[in-house]
């Protein structure tokens, strides 16, 4: 029997859906399953986590984890991971998360992996599956170590509403403060906006849009769709767009159920941020754009002209 | 006088992927090399405070392990601007993982450079995309880490970092010896690396050289060897089947919009959390 841990992934106390999809994915492996949650204030998630799909459920609280930092994090992680005896732990994707997955896997003696699509056990064989260069290429890897650290891609696993876990809370104990890297300052760059890789539906915007203007139109239509609101770098590099709006190889990948792409041409490295999406909407002038490669709908035409009648069939299913 | 210690990887040029048509695959063999982008931000970031009267004196020695042709990214670390070069290569080396990679690296740090007081990556390769050997080298080391900076500035005996992550700007401090690994490009876009003549390459070629290490000279163990020991092993790289064939329409805008949510209307609106009503053309009737 496999037994893996999933490190919960909180967001401004709040779970994130990929806890549910990778505990999911790890009961359809046959797995024994854990979550680990780290944070100032996780106990109350305790039921949520269960009903996630855990039958174990480790909460590491303490003030000072109030600020993520990673050798505490990563430190709590292997307390945890100890404590359930895991053969494996998975992240879901964050940066943080890709920050401290290398680190408990050195402590853990075990493999790393970032970014994984997919995980095989066969037997003692483990084999996971990842993109990379820009998802133009797939590796397949062996697992040659008793142990695996993963951090899992955006939207690479499916979250079973059947399944449910049991409630057994193991508090342990806080690990102790880093005095070595300290955070000195906080500031939220998105405050109140939707989170990008966690929305079901996210529209992004691209050159297409040429101004001002033309995001605020489009951010209106996301705004209309209750959906996170990105962009191809261009226009992060235009000055349009925060740099936590880019959607990307080198910015957030996502995988929402609607992906809608207004004035994106479809550079490889935004594909490769992107194309994992469910169902892929694309609105450009131009019939050749790579975009309409990876899409399921592709509309050719400008996205003046588009976006206002969009907004107008949307206004009516909202109503 | 800091000691910075810059590990670049040489990647192949993406642009000019040689792809085998037939079976789909990657002819990595006879890729054109260059140094990593993010790598080469880190450089940028140890030339600058190398430049900062501030800092006092800086010295920089980059270092890459790979095989023998990743030499060049050395000398072009060099003509950059970069005090030594250092080449870890041997064939018990080869297949190392990224596991394997950072004890090699960590190797050379603890037995060749113990004062090294920054050691600068970058976050994440062109190629394979992992983001784990900095932390995995950092761990190693028993150092503190920062990954995905976007700005550095020396302070007496730690260094502050500045970075964005998961949708937060932090401003972290950091004692030294400490690691740092340097983010892609940003809005405030400090690292943008400078480009060096051709002239100057050739220079550094003619007269910079490069230290080459061995397994010997690094102090590894006699047994080591790379592919055996590294806990992930690259069974397979394939094409992965991306191309949808969706449906592409063009004409008159009104018309492509009512189709579309004929067609997706449903999708749209669960998405939404919303069910559909009924969805009238009116001008259909």
């Known amino acids: ?319 | 006088m800091l000691h910075i210690i810059v590990c670049i990887k040489q990647v192949p040029m993406v642009s000019e992927l040689p792809w085998d048509p037939r079976t789909g695959t990657l002819k990595r063999e006879t890729a054109q090399g260059m140094m990593d982008p993010a790598a080469r931000r880190a450089l940028e970031a140890a030339l600058q405070i190398k430049a900062d009267r501030t800092s006092g004196p800086v010295r920089i020695t980059a270092v890459s392990m790979g095989p023998p042709m990743a030499e060049e990214v050395l000398y072009e670390a060099r003509a950059l601007g970069a005090d030594r070069g250092v080449l870890l290569t041997d064939p018990c080396m080869a297949g190392a993982d990224t596991c394997m990679t950072a004890v090699i690296l960590g190797k050379f740090i603890k037995n060749h450079c113990p004062d090294a007081g920054l050691i600068l990556c970058g976050s994440m390769s062109s190629d394979s995309e992992t983001a784990q050997v900095g932390p995995q080298l950092a761990e190693d080391l028993d150092i503190p880490a920062i990954g995905y900076a976007r700005r550095l500035e020396l302070l007496d005996g730690c260094i502050r970092v500045e970075r964005h992550v998961d949708d937060f700007l932090e401003l972290m401090e950091m004692d030294l010896p400490g690691l740092v690994t340097i983010d892609h490009a940003g809005e405030s876009d400090r690292y943008t690396p400078r480009y060096v003549a051709l002239g100057g390459v050739e220079a550094a070629f003619n007269t910079g050289n490069i230290q080459v290490m061995n397994r010997r000279a690094l102090g590894l163990d006699h047994a080591f060897n790379a592919l055996k020991h590294s806990p992930t092993k690259i069974m397979d790289v394939y094409s992965p089947v991306t191309e949808k064939k969706g449906r592409v329409l063009t004409g008159a805008v009104k018309k492509m919009v009512d189709t579309l949510f004929d067609d997706y209307g449903k999708i749209i609106s669960s998405a939404m959390g919303k069910d559909l009503k009924t969805h009238d053309h009116e001008e259909d009737k």
């Open chain 1, 1 to 319: 029997m496999t037994n893996i841990l999933v490190v919960a992934d909180i967001k401004q106390g709040e779970l994130k859906g990929s806890t549910a999809e990778l505990l999911s994915r790890a009961r359809a492996l046959g797995a024994d399953t854990a979550v680990v949650a780290v944070g100032a204030q996780v106990k109350d998630l305790a039921d949520q986590l269960a009903a996630a799909g855990s039958d174990t459920q480790y909460i590491v609280e303490d003030a000072s984890l109030e600020i993520f930092s990673a050798n505490p994090f990563a430190a709590a992680v292997v307390k945890a991971a100890n404590e359930f005896n895991a053969d494996m732990v998975w992240f879901g994707f964050s940066e943080t998360g890709k920050a401290v997955a290398p680190r408990v896997a050195v402590q853990l003696e075990a493999a790393c992996a970032t970014e994984i699509i997919d995980v095989t056990i066969d037997g003692d064989a483990v084999q996971i599956i990842r993109p990379a260069i820009a998802n133009k290429v797939l590796q397949k890897v062996k697992v040659n170590a008793p142990k695996l650290v993963a951090v899992v891609r955006a939207g690479a696993f499916e979250a079973d509403p059947e399944i449910a876990g049991k409630e057994n809370v193991v508090a342990l104990d806080p690990p102790e403060t880093d005095t070595r890297a300290k955070i000195k300052e906080l500031i939220s760059d998105a405050s109140g906006e939707i989170d990008l890789t966690d929305a079901d539906i996210v529209v992004s915007v691209g050159r297409g849009a040429r101004d001002q203007a033309g995001v605020d139109m489009v951010k209106d239509l996301a705004d209309d769709l209750a959906a996170g609101f990105g962009s191809s770098r261009a226009m992060v590099d235009a000055g349009l767009m925060a740099h936590n709006k880019q959607v990307g190889q080198t910015g957030k990948i996502v995988a929402p159920s609607l992906y809608i792409a207004v004035g994106i041409s479809g550079a490889i490295q935004h594909l490769a941020g992107m194309n994992g999406s469910k169902v892929i909407l694309a609105v450009n002038k131009d019939p050749e754009a790579p975009i309409f490669n990876v899409a399921d709908f592709g509309i050719v035409g400008d996205l003046f002209d588009v976006v206002p009648l969009l907004k107008e069939e949307i206004k009516k299913i909202r109503a």
